[in-house]
């Protein structure tokens, strides 16, 4: 008889994925699947997906899910988190979502310590809306609005998410991680299984923001992409805890 080796996990449900090819939303939602199937938590989970290239997440993930006016999945979380707090509720969120018509609600639910895990998904750019550049676009890079690429003059530098968080009292668990190769996919992994065990154990609020690709609007191949990552996100948001409570470490 057959050994199964690899198979779909359960808190994924079958339908197909409707992102670009190359594009790394597929590798993050399967990584918090199996964090969720390996903790034994599905039918105790509850998801909030935001608006962006995200925002089909309910038809992916198999658990209880929400979706989020935009910008707003931490306040939906903490309004599920307090009424059911012996739920392990999710955010899942891009850096247009999250960084930008967001920022508020981010950083008072850190600030407040609220017991959700937040999966931050950071691809230097708004992706569904058509490429514009994002809070999170690098200095010098070319979107559809920074043709000539984005300036400090005109528009500010990016906005360091995790190591903004990582200052506030309320925030528990805060790590940025990368999806590029498979050295670091499995990093990640650990990582994000370690904000849903700090929510668990009711340390305060976790995030683990992703580095991820977004060929189509990069304007490169999937192969390209994962390296232009590796040589120009990774350099400017370097990988890391930020922030880590005595009792997870």
Known sequence: MAKVIFKRPEALTDKQFHYCPGCTHGIIHRLVAEVIDEMGIRDNTVGVCPVGCSV?????????????AHGRAPAVATGIKRTLPDRMVFTYQGDGDLASIGTAEIVHAAARGEKITTIFVNNAVYG???????????????????????????????????????????????????VHDPKHILQAKKAI?????????????????????????????????????????????????????????
Do not use: H
């Not at 089909?56 to 989020?68: K, S």
């Not at 990552?229 to 350099?235: G, S």
């Open 56 to 68: 089909f997440a309910y038809d992916y993930f198999n658990v209880d899910m929400f979706q989020a």
């Open 128 to 178: 569904m809306t058509g490429g514009q550049m994002a809070p999170t676009t690098l200095p010098g890079q070319k979107t559809t609005t920074t043709p000539k690429g984005r300036e400090k003059d005109a528009a500010g530098l990016p906005v360091k998410v995790s190591e903004m968080l990582s200052t506030l009292d309320g925030a528990a668990y805060i790590a940025r991680v990368s």
């Open 193 to 249: 299984r370690k904000a849903f065990e700090v929510q668990q154990a009711g340390l305060g609020f976790a995030l683990v923001e992703v580095l991820s690709t977004c060929p189509t609007n990069w304007g490169l191949s999937p192969k390209e992409a994962l390296k232009w990552l590796a040589e120009n996100m990774i350099p400017y948001y370097p990988l890391g805890v930020y922030k880590e409570p005595a009792e997870v470490k």
